[in-house]
């Protein structure tokens, strides 16, 4: 079973910068796809950005240019760089493994909430 276990959410004014870390255990780390989604309140989940094992990545065209997706396998972590923060950045960020069988698993959640 995997475990993911995120930090690094927060209160941020806008144009401010958060760095979000998942750290996860229960698989082989290395061979997964990792991403971040998030959820507004009152609003669907939506794809931030993912990481494939062969460090490939892909954004939602909301963050591109302003957040990086990266990975350190040696750390069994992911991270999610949140440069020029907006208040429409404002959500509980999830952390999710991708396995090669293709189970999906969640984080549970951390809040960024950016506001002045």
């Known amino acids: 079973q995997v475990q993911l276990v995120e930090s690094g959410g927060g209160l941020v004014q806008p144009g401010g910068s958060l760095r979000l870390s998942c750290v996860a255990s229960?698989?082989?780390?290395?061979?997964?796809?990792m991403g971040w989604y998030r959820q507004a309140l009152g609003k669907e989940r939506e794809l931030v950005a993912t990481?494939?094992?062969?460090?490939?990545?892909d954004y939602a065209d909301s963050v591109k240019g302003r957040f990086t997706i990266s990975r350190d396998n040696t750390k069994n972590t992911v991270y999610l760089q949140m440069n020029s923060l907006k208040e429409e950045d404002t959500a509980v960020y999830y952390c999710?493994?991708?396995?090669?069988?293709?189970?999906?698993?969640w984080g549970q959640g951390t809040q960024v909430t950016v506001s002045s």
């Open positions: 999710t493994c991708r396995k090669p069988s293709q189970s999906l698993y």
């Open positions: 990481i494939s094992r062969a460090y490939s990545t």
């Open positions: 229960g698989s082989i780390f290395s061979l997964n796809t």
